[in-house]
């Protein structure tokens, strides 16, 4: 059973046009995050919602919004994408007070 | 100075070595510490997860923290090729916050 699972992996798109990625985890989790990793493998922190609550956005533009219909899942829209959103956008999640993550398999987003 | 130093590699070693992984970070609040491994084109898998300083030790994988130092290690004894792998080094200040990563070492092993 996959533990932590994001939809597609791979996403190639236009610039100017929309796209969501989803994620769902089964792990019985509260807390899940969305982060980027660029093409250095640099692994950055974008947004951590906990019960369906926001509760870190780092500096990130207004373009991304983060959706969590419940605490199983969390998407993540971007509105008219740039070539420079072109990165692996990686689901995790944890209990709220550990700092141990898991993460998914990534999704490969190519902004062309 | 970034928050987490780590070097990016590659390192390449004979099956059978041992390898040490390093990264050092500025903030002192950090109190937890993790491995992460990440093979190609897939998800970070946590490894080893260490809280404050000492040693920690999973088979063939050692944790070290040094706090005083603020120095982290993962050391791998026996090398096999199937370690060959990017490995990130990740920190936290509390139960509440993310995690902060380097910029991950890539390790590969030949047979």
């Known amino acids: 059973d996959t533990a932590v699972s994001q939809t597609p992996k791979y996403l190639v798109t236009q610039m100017g046009n929309d796209k969501s990625i989803k994620c769902e985890q089964n792990?019985?989790?509260?807390?899940m995050y969305w982060y980027k990793q660029d093409s250095k493998k640099f692994l950055k922190i974008m947004f951590s919602y906990n019960n369906k609550e926001l509760i870190i956005n780092e500096t990130v533009p207004n373009r991304f919004s983060p959706k969590s219909p419940d605490k199983a899942h969390l998407n993540l829209h971007i509105n008219s994408l740039e070539l420079g959103d072109s990165a692996v956008y990686f689901c995790?999640?944890?209990?709220?007070?550990?700092?141990?993550?898991?993460f998914g398999q990534g999704t490969r987003l190519t902004v062309v | 100075q970034k928050e987490v130093e780590q070097d990016p590699g590659p390192l390449s070693v004979p099956e059978g070595a041992i390898v040490s992984l390093n990264c050092t970070y500025s903030n002192s609040a950090f109190q937890y510490f993790m491995w992460y491994r990440q093979y190609s084109r897939k998800g970070p898998e946590l490894l080893m997860y260490?809280?404050?300083?000492g040693n920690k030790e999973d088979g063939r994988f050692t944790a070290q923290v040094d706090k005083s130092s603020k120095y982290i290690s993962l050391f791998i004894r026996d090398s096999q090729p199937s370690d060959s792998a990017t490995y990130l080094c990740a920190m936290g200040n509390s139960g509440y916050s993310t995690l902060t990563f380097g910029k991950g070492t890539m390790l590969l092993v030949s047979p």
């Open positions: 995790a999640s944890s209990y709220r007070g550990e700092t141990e993550a898991f």
């Open positions: 260490t809280y404050s300083s």
């Open positions: 792990l019985g989790h509260d807390t």
